[in-house]
């Protein structure tokens, strides 16, 4: 038996991404907007249980002009905030593993 071959959409072009100087301020809550407001920030950061980082992430990148340390643009702060978070909860377990009272046969 014979197999029919599927039919295929073509690909429609991507969309340019629009200059965050440009972006009409829409926040949808998926980290799209760019500069974040601080509100939405720090509704973010209590959420996920590390309320006290959100004006420490806030400044550092507001300081960087919202780029990477390698210099590209962010286009999502969501993505370096949960990265913001991830780093800094694995540095608390770190510096736990150190500490002269830790042991592991607990």
């Given at each position: 038996?014979?197999?029919?071959?599927?039919?295929?959409?073509?690909?429609?072009?991507?969309?340019?991404?629009k200059?965050?100087?440009n972006?009409?301020?829409?926040?949808?809550?998926?980290?799209?907007?760019?500069?974040?407001?601080?509100?939405?920030?720090?509704?973010?950061?209590?959420?996920?249980g590390?309320?006290?980082?959100?004006?420490?992430?806030?400044?550092?990148?507001?300081?960087?002009?919202?780029?990477?340390?390698?210099?590209a643009?962010i286009?999502?702060?969501?993505?370096?905030a949960?990265?913001?978070?991830?780093?800094?909860?694995?540095?608390v377990?770190?510096?736990?593993?150190?500490?002269?009272?830790?042991?592991?046969?607990?």
């Amino acid at each position: 038996m014979k197999r029919k071959a599927k039919r295929t959409v073509p690909r429609q072009p991507k969309e340019v991404r629009k200059s965050s100087k440009n972006t009409v301020h829409n926040h949808d809550g998926l980290g799209t907007t760019m500069p974040p407001d601080k509100e939405v920030l720090l509704i973010y950061f209590d959420q996920k249980g590390e309320g006290e980082m959100a004006n420490e992430f806030f400044n550092e990148h507001d300081g960087r002009g919202w780029k990477t340390p390698t210099g590209a643009t962010i286009y999502n702060w969501k993505v370096c905030a949960a990265e913001w978070i991830y780093n800094y909860r694995q540095n608390v377990k770190r510096r736990f593993r150190q500490s002269p009272f830790y042991s592991e046969s607990l």
